[in-house]
T-cell receptor
Framework: DAGITQSPRHKVTETGTPVTLRCHQTENHRYMYWYRQDPGHGLRLIHYSYGVKDTDKGEVSDGYSVSRSKTEDFLLTLESATSSQTSVYFC?????????????FGPGTRLTVT | GIQVEQSPPDLILQEGANSTLRCNFSDSVNNLQWFHQNPWGQLINLFYIPSGTKQNGRLSATTVATERYSLLYISSSQTTDSGVYFCAALFSGNTPLVFGKGTRLSVIA
């Protein structure tokens, strides 16, 4: 799909530690999103960004923060990781507000909190 | 509130069979997309279809916006079609895509 990378791809961390996931795009798309995927829940939105330094909360934002200091990077931080944050995290990008359908998903980051 | 519901939640097919997956959404949409998540976890765009019908090989999709549903048709299914199919709706303005919970498809040889 689109030029989107996520890092790390896999991470195991201990409860209480901070964790930062990175999403990097080469498409110069305005909109970037962080979703988490859990069995039985599909993909749920954590936070999204509609421009540099412009972010907003999604439906499951508690315990997460984001930053976007430049167009190509969108960082997701778990301030103090908990076991309930064990999940697969996907970053997505979109050119404009859905009208073209252009965009795509990154490969995902599998995070395990022990 | 805004909702996207998919049915059935699970589907098992014999190779070569046809299937229809359904997506209902609670309000008018600016955008409706179908995605396939393969067994390796990769999410692939299938269709961008806010209204009308589109076809791509053995797959086709129809959205009836006035009745708030979309259908994904898979014909002559193959084992490589296995995975989870998600629909996602953009309801207005700058709001993000809202996903359904997916239909897990297993195609058996």
């Amino acid at each position: 799909d689109a030029g989107i990378t996520q890092s790390p791809r896999h991470k195991v961390t201990e409860t209480g530690t901070p964790v930062t996931l990175r999403c990097h795009q080469t498409e110069n798309h305005r909109y970037m999103y962080w979703y988490r995927q859990d069995p039985g829940h599909g993909l749920r939105l954590i936070h999204y960004s509609y421009g540099v330094k412009d972010t907003d909360k999604g439906e499951v934002s508690d315990g997460y923060s984001v930053s976007r200091s430049k167009t190509e990077d969108f960082l997701l931080t778990l301030e103090s990781a908990t076991s309930s944050q064990t999940s697969v995290y996907f970053c997505a990008i979109r050119n404009i507000s859905g009208t073209s359908g252009k965009g795509g998903f990154g490969p995902g980051t599998r995070l395990t909190v022990t | 509130g805004i909702q996207v519901e998919q049915s059935p939640p699970d589907l098992i097919l014999q190779e070569g069979a046809n299937s229809t997956l359904r997506c209902n959404f609670s309000d008018s949409v600016n955008n409706l997309q179908w995605f396939h998540q393969n067994p390796w976890g990769q999410l692939i765009n299938l269709f961008y279809i806010p209204s009308g019908t589109k076809q791509n090989g053995r797959l086709s999709a129809t959205t009836v916006a006035t009745e708030r549903y979309s259908l994904l048709y898979i014909s002559s299914s193959q084992t490589t079609d296995s995975g989870v199919y998600f629909c996602a709706a953009l309801f207005s303005g700058n709001t993000p895509l809202v996903f359904g919970k997916g239909t897990r498809l297993s195609v058996i040889a």
